[in-house]
């Protein structure tokens, strides 16, 4: 591939959730250094009147608005997805991180939506810098057809930074999401200079399914996240464990053949669509 000559850096996708608003801000009181010898950065606010009013989106999620078969553009974010398409998409030398933050206790998680060689390497080297990190596989729907705001060009991943309330800052979080920007920008720039060291194996997961809440014929939950799994993004839940426990005092139980890694668990953000949890399998990756 040719060298990344600009990365686009987006915050704000989600109205509500900071960290990636402060880290720009941070880069425009020069606190931060998001430029390398080999690019620049650019920043840019996702959703600008989302994040003006708090809020998540007004009409509908910005970050479900990228897939090249998506309906006719009517709603406030299907109309700024076009806009950002025309404007952003047509850069075959950008590499755009957009950052995100999550209630649920995910740490600093980095997201990436296909499997070549750039991506995994990416993976590594980012666990080689931060051994907490977890890296995420979502890598189920081909490259034009995932709905994502960092796939409208041709390079994209997403930082995705918890547990954080969504419209609170917290140090800890904004200090995760530094330390993975850090490490995705020091990629780019050695991946430029064919400066790369020797990258180790390592462990990921890759995205499977979600969990969806069981409810009753008024719309209400029959049941929620098990005391054993909630707060546990990334542990394993094995064959035979409770996933949610209901209110009549039964447990729903993994029906898998193999363990399994909840994330996104009780992501506040989920609600609407009574999403419990999202669950990945682990997988070993050679570079
Ligand atoms: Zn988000």
Known sequence: MENITNILLVSGTHG????GLYLQKLIKDGRYDANRSTFSTSLLTGNPEAVQQQCRFLDMDLNRQFSTSRQEATSKEAKRSQALITQYA???KQLIIDLHNTTSNMGATLILLSESPFY???GAYVKQRMPDANILFETRTSWPEQPYLCTMGQYGVM???GAQAHGSLKSETLDLMKRMTTAVLDYIEKSNLGQLDQLNAYEAYFYLEEVVVPLDQDGQRLALVH???CGQDFQPVYPGEPLLATFMGSD???QGEHEIYPHFINEAAYCASNIAMALAEKKHIEV
Do not use: F, Q
């Not at 509500?16 to 960290?19: F, G, I, T, V």
């Open 120 to 122: 995994t390497k990416m």
């Open 252 to 254: 729903i139980h993994w």
């Open 159 to 161: 930082i995705e930074v």
């Open 227 to 229: 005391p054993t799994v």
């Open 90 to 92: 047509d850069n075959e």
């Open 16 to 19: 509500n959730e900071l960290s």
